[in-house]
């Protein structure tokens, strides 16, 4: 496999950068789920560096393009149920939204999974709704209510007319992306003026994180890049954004997820997760602060 060397993705420099931490990675011990959303984590990561320019973790060197594209399209699917719990967080924020947007016509919702925030857009009211996904484990799961709005692909801007959607959303995905800059900068040009660019990031800077230090389930052979409030707003601004606005959110999920996150001996977390107390576990939905913040951010009327 051919790793590339890149700079900051932010700033695309990498002289203001330092080495944070040394690579910590093994392909021989990935599975199918290496690359599933919401998986049990591996707590290993590509070399990381640190931005003190645009206050941004990011990796490199990283896999080629070639590579990473396979891994996202062969990945396994098994989280239905955290799916669905996250869709109805994040669509409480629709509200807010609709109240800036003032219409509610159109949305795409990219690394959409199985479908289920689509659905809480067409409950809420719009009209037209698509969403995007590499994964075809994934779009086999999703609901026949929603399985013909995903486009089983990775985004391209040249898809969708300048100036279409009134709201663009993309949970947990930033951090998958090579060029996190260059697909910022395509969702401002497909969003209509006024209209809303609606995110959902992990928080490197967050207190669950320093508690857990590289243990913390965000540095993960998946991410390419992590931020920070501050640096999420360098991200925003540098691509066009007003009005925007980035809080800490809370997650809802059972108990039996937060054990499948929270480092502990392996033996151990495999017989709490196990058949005998699994059904407990699942029915225990715990609300915290997990260490996640959501971006809103808007297009230039």
């Known amino acids: 496999m051919k790793f590339l060397d890149r700079a900051c993705p932010i700033c695309f420099v990498d002289s203001e950068s330092r080495v944070w931490a040394p690579e910590n990675f093994d392909f021989s011990k990935l599975g199918e789920y290496a690359f599933a959303s919401r998986k049990t984590p591996e707590y290993m ?5 640190h931005c003190h320019c645009c206050h941004v973790l990011y990796s490199s060197p990283i896999p080629e393009s070639n590579y990473i594209a396979h891994t996202y399209h062969e990945a396994a699917f098994d989280s239905k149920e955290e799916a669905d719990r996250a869709s109805l967080t994040y669509a409480k924020l629709l509200p807010t939204i609709s109240n800036e947007i003032k219409q509610i016509n159109s949305a795409l919702d990219i690394g959409t999974g199985e479908g289920s925030f689509l659905e809480r857009l067409l409950d809420f009211g719009f ?4 969403g995007i996904e590499p994964s075809t484990a994934a779009i086999n799961a999703a609901r026949p209510r929603v399985k013909q709005n995903i486009i089983h692909s990775f985004f391209k801007k040249e898809s969708f007319a300048k100036d279409t959607f009134d709201l663009i959303t993309c949970f947990q995905t930033l951090e998958h992306l090579e060029k996190p800059t260059e697909f910022v900068e395509s ?25 857990l230090g590289l243990k913390s389930p965000i540095f993960d052979i998946e991410h390419m890049q992590l931020f920070s409030p501050k ?11 007003e009005n925007i606005s980035i809080q800490p959110i809370f997650n809802s999920y059972p108990l039996y997820y937060w054990i499948k996150l929270f480092p502990m001996p392996l033996a151990f977390k495999k017989m709490l997760l196990n058949k005998i107390f699994s059904p407990l576990l699942k ?6 602060p997990a260490g996640n913040f959501y971006a809103l951010a808007y297009k230039k009327k």
């Open 127 to 130: 009209k037209e709704v698509k």
């Open 45 to 49: 990561h590509y070399r990381i560096h």
């Open 231 to 241: 640096g999420m707003h360098v991200l925003l601004t540098k691509c066009g954004y």
């Open 187 to 211: 969702i401002h040009e497909i969003l209509r003026p006024g209209g809303c660019f609606y995110t959902v990031c992990h928080n490197y800077k967050a207190f669950s994180t320093k508690i």
């Open 283 to 288: 029915k225990i939905i715990i609300k915290i």
